[in-house]
């Protein structure tokens, strides 16, 4: 094992050292046993050159979906805490970086403001927004920097064979790096002939560079039975509910076992999220939660789940009211720090269902109804009533026209999710022609 890793640690340093004008480094790190050797390995490689010329810069990032199993986020917390300080004290040229969905892309913002059903394997609507392209966009900003940019992944061609043949396929015919999916970016995979059982006996035996040992990492595998989710950068990336740490709504599997082995060993403090987390795969293909129509107007079939519409307003306000209970049930165990939902969401939900004609159901008479504290969205219904307002006041002429611009802007909202917006253009053409005939008004005089 010291001479794989010996070869490995020369490798990286002679990679490191290679390019006149140092294209960034980008480390997936998930906190996992793979991500946590590579990010390991890369600092004890860097330790042997001399400090005046790590003149490279090596960002790790780790993507936060905002529904990833709590225990875990604390334990990656602490873990990159330690990791930015003890990089500048060791003048290792790393820095430290989170990204996390945009608001209007966060799971519970589509699943009970939008009321899109829980993900499946058909519709796993989750995997762009919540990892792919918080990654990408980092990525994209440090290719616009530097021109290229190189990602270190801890992937292993022992792992599964669909990921070995995918790192053979975009395998450059010379060199250690491999062509990525976006322009200008390259992955480097220094692990990627290490085994499972080498991965464990090099954390069991070398300390960690940043400081302590991996005694916590080895229980939570021990006790979770499962492995981490590395980071997305693709679509080929399976789901990582089923055996490794993920996110704790994941209802593209049909069991959580990472879950399930954690409440097993002790931590049965989750078992409101497991729960909550069941009742959201027994019902998304229940009729009665479901819309009759489509937000779309796409064609509706009885027996065919993947055609209804959304979540009914009163199975989002269901849903929403479970979610805040297993949140004060954890909160009242572990603290007012174990947040589920976050204050910004719980207005974008609000808001959503304002547009969505939603009024029977408020978010802060359920949150105040479940929670000591008052959460006061007055001034957020206020603005939105204002914007109402003002458009109704525009179309005072044509009371049809705010009609329509609502029915635009939702359908533009609702392309937006999709992993393929095909057909906007001529679905928003569609509208405004129907709008046209039913007014019986012409398109200049629409313009006039």
């Known amino acids: 094992m010291s001479l794989i890793l010996s070869f490995i640690e020369s490798e990286i340093q002679d990679q490191y050292l290679y390019d006149d004008n140092p294209r960034p480094w980008i480390i997936g790190f998930s906190g996992g046993k793979d991500s946590t050797m590579l990010l390991q390995v890369v600092w004890n490689a860097l330790l ?32 990159l805490d330690v990791v930015q300080k003890a990089a500048a004290e060791q003048s290792i040229p790393i820095t430290v970086h989170r990204t996390t969905p945009r608001l209007e892309d966060t799971f519970w913002v589509n699943l009970l403001g939008r009321g899109y059903p829980a993900p499946n394997n058909t519709f796993r609507w989750c995997t762009e927004r919540l990892k792919i392209n918080p990654t990408t966009r980092f990525i994209q900003e ?54 499972t059982n080498e991965v464990w006996q090099y954390l069991m035996k070398v300390d960690a560079p940043w400081g302590g040992k991996h005694k916590e ?82 064609p509706f079939k009885e027996d065919d789940p993947t055609t209804w519409g959304p979540y009914t307003p009163d199975t989002r306000a269901k849903f929403l009211t479970m979610l805040l209970r297993a949140q004060r049930e954890i909160q009242l165990s572990q603290g007012e720090d174990m947040q589920l939902i976050s204050h910004q969401e719980l207005v974008a939900i609000q808001l959503t269902w304002y547009r969505d004609g939603i009024f029977n159901h408020k978010v802060a008479d359920i949150y105040n109804a479940i929670n000591e504290q008052q959460l006061d969205m007055s001034k957020h219904e206020e603005k939105f ?33 999709l992993v393929k917006k095909r057909n906007l253009k001529d679905e928003l053409e569609r509208h405004i022609e129907l709008h046209l005939a039913k007014t019986k008004r012409t398109p200049e005089a629409v313009h006039a």
Request: glycine letters at 4%; proline letters at 4%; hydrophobic letters at 35%.
């Open 217 to 298: 990492l080895h229980t939570l595998y021990r006790n979770a039975n499962a492995g981490d989710c590395p980071l997305v950068i693709d679509e080929t990336t399976p789901s990582c509910g089923q055996s490794r740490f993920g996110c704790w709504v994941c209802t593209v599997v049909s069991r959580d076992k990472s879950m399930e082995g954690l409440v097993l060993n002790g931590d049965d403090w989750m078992e409101p999220l497991m729960e909550f987390r069941d009742v959201l795969i027994d019902t998304r293909n229940d009729r009665s939660y479901r819309e009759m129509r489509r937000r779309t107007d796409s």
């Open 142 to 195: 440090k290719i616009s920097e530097k021109g290229e940019a190189i990602i270190l992944l801890g992937t292993r061609s022992e792992e599964s064979q669909s990921r070995a043949r995918s790192m053979k396929r975009h395998a450059m015919k010379t060199g250690r790096l491999r062509k990525h999916l976006l322009p200008n970016a390259f992955v480097y995979a220094p692990l990627q002939d290490i085994t």
């Open 48 to 79: 042997k050159i001399p400090a005046e010329i790590r003149n490279r810069p090596i960002y790790v990032i780790c993507n936060d979906t905002l529904v990833e199993n709590p225990k875990i986020v604390s334990f990656i917390k602490r873990t």
């Open 385 to 417: 009533k204002r914007e109402e307002q003002l458009l109704r006041d525009v179309c005072a002429d044509n009371p049809d026209d705010f009609n329509l611009i609502q029915e635009l802007l939702t359908l533009q909202k609702n392309k937006s999710l």
